[in-house]
């Protein structure tokens, strides 16, 4: 059982490139979450998708794209990226109908330097 | 004001010391709680989640306190291996959807 998995570890960008970022679970979640990691703010959510086929804004959406492919996966689109978008990105994942109380399971995180 | 404050630290601590982190909340209508770990450059990985009753798992003790909408976690004989980064996550329901809101975490180092 493998969890929640991330796609490239790490990933170095010139800017203006573009690049999407994999996330697979194999947990059977509904909910599936993109956060982005920076010094000093904390995780900050980017996308989410309660379910399979909708997908919503998070706090910082601007310069993203998102795409709930099926079940398992939710991928993050960078169109065009900028040094602004350098960060450490983690997808999670949950299933709610589990119990309100359910914890977020985390992949292992993208590391992402635009140049 | 941010959804959810943390102090930052660092608290720096002996081995064996006790210390005690507070988050605060600003929604009123947050719907659960937990504490996260953080290892440098790791993902998040859940410590215990919260309760109004109060919870205990070996060293680590969460409080609740809804009316003044904090959170505490105590860890007690601190061990080296506790130094890492405390996250404080509300839970919070949203147009039907649960969205969980990171504080920016408190680091602990742990001195031998």
């Known amino acids: 059982n493998a969890g929640v998995t991330q796609t490239p570890k790490f990933q170095v960008l010139k800017t203006g490139q573009s690049m999407t970022l994999q996330c697979a679970q194999d947990m059977n979640h509904n909910s599936m979450y993109w956060y982005r990691q920076d010094p000093g703010m904390g995780l900050r959510l980017i996308y989410y998708s309660a379910s399979e086929g909708t997908t919503d804004k998070g706090e910082v959406p601007n310069g993203y794209n998102v795409s709930r492919l099926n079940k398992r996966e939710f991928s993050l689109r960078l169109e065009s990226a900028a040094p602004s978008q350098t960060s450490v990105y983690f997808c999670?994942?949950?299933?709610?109908?589990?119990?309100?109380?359910?914890?977020?399971?985390f992949g292992n995180g993208t590391r992402l330097t635009v140049t | 004001r941010k959804e959810v404050e943390q102090d930052p630290g660092p608290f720096n601590v002996p081995e064996g010391a006790t210390v005690a982190f507070n988050c605060t909340y600003s929604n009123s209508a947050s719907q659960s709680f937990f504490w996260y770990r953080q290892d440098c450059r790791k993902e998040p990985k859940l410590l215990m989640s919260v309760y109004s009753s109060g919870n205990e798992d070996g060293r680590f003790t969460a409080q609740l306190n809804r009316a003044s909408q904090y959170i505490s976690l105590l860890i007690r004989d601190s061990k080296l291996s506790d130094s890492a980064t405390y996250l404080c996550v509300v839970n919070i329901l949203f147009s039907g959807t649960y969205k969980y809101i990171f504080g920016t975490g408190t680091r602990l180092k742990v001195l031998a």
């Open positions: 999670a994942s949950i299933d709610p109908g589990v119990s309100y109380n359910s914890p977020l399971h």
